[in-house]
């Protein structure tokens, strides 16, 4: 009896679950034959008042994303992490989730705009929203990645850049794009060892000694020409070390920092 008790909330549990996903199903397709059919007219004729005059053009093609966005769910689990994304009331979404087992689940279409990186900037884009693709790392934040998790995301990684030719140092964590709102992926993440497959961006680590620092070395400059908001200069240094020197995490430079800054300017002025 008691055991019968139990598989009756099992029961109740799975056939919940399953429902949360039909009705996510069933909204994802209503709203992308809306999204389908707004895209066959041209909006919207008039702009200011001033009427725009409408004559179809027959050659184009979807646009692209160009960023590719790295977070950590904060949850304890994918299926946590599904049912987030799967709910209208959360107003939250990636493109990918990808297990701690290394499981890849695709939750949009890579054209769609999800709700994953929010208010953001880098370099001189805002609203990475529009331009990137997010991909979810199930972790809560304390764990380390694992390696089957890191391996996937990899190979993830290798087959957007070359599907929508994504340039390669535009793979960026969503701290980097919202410094003093967002801190993940965590200090944990191998972003050093993403940089050795080619993602993302790194610097010299045998030059870290030799470097002297040019007295007219501007550290504020050279955080923003990387491509960090420093409308907040503690925020952008924070943001800058969770993803560069995580282990001497503060929101102040030190004379480390400065060389890396200075390397990291190298590295891009190659590009
Ligand atoms: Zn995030």
């Not at 953001?120 to 934040?141: A, H, K, M, Q, Y």
Request: charged share 25%; proline share 3%.
């Amino acid at each position: 009896m008691r055991y019968f008790k139990y598989l009756v909330i099992l029961l109740a549990l799975v056939s919940c679950s399953k429902d949360i996903y039909r009705v996510s199903k069933t909204s994802y397709k209503k709203q992308a034959k809306v999204l389908g059919k707004s895209l066959k007219y041209i909006q919207p004729d008039t702009l200011n008042n001033k009427v725009i005059t409408v004559i179809e053009s027959q050659n184009f093609s979807l646009r692209k994303p160009n960023f590719i966005v790295i977070h950590h769910t904060d949850q304890d689990s994918c299926e946590e992490t599904y049912r987030t994304f799967a709910l209208k009331q959360t107003q939250v979404s990636s493109h990918y989730v990808i297990c701690d087992d290394g499981t890849v689940t695709q939750m949009l279409n890579d054209m769609l705009r999800g709700w994953h990186a929010g208010n953001s900037s880098w370099r001189s884009v805002t609203d990475l929203n529009s331009v990137s693709i997010g991909i979810e790392l199930d972790n809560d934040g304390e764990e380390p990645f694992s390696y089957a998790q890191i391996n996937n995301l990899i190979w993830l990684l290798e087959n957007l850049t070359e599907k929508y030719n994504i340039p390669k140092q535009n793979i960026i964590g969503h701290a980097d794009v919202a410094p003093g709102r967002k801190t993940d992926p965590s200090a944990l993440f191998p972003w050093k060892i993403l940089a050795e497959s080619g993602f993302g961006i790194w610097y010299d680590e045998t030059k870290l000694d030799s470097v002297k620092l040019d007295e007219n070395f501007n550290s504020t400059k050279a955080l923003s020409f990387i491509g960090y908001n420093i409308s907040n200069l503690e925020n952008a240094i924070y943001s800058f070390k969770l993803h560069f020197n995580p282990t001497e995490l503060s929101d102040t430079l030190t004379e480390k920092d400065k060389k890396i800054l200075y390397l990291l300017e190298e590295e891009l002025l190659k590009l």
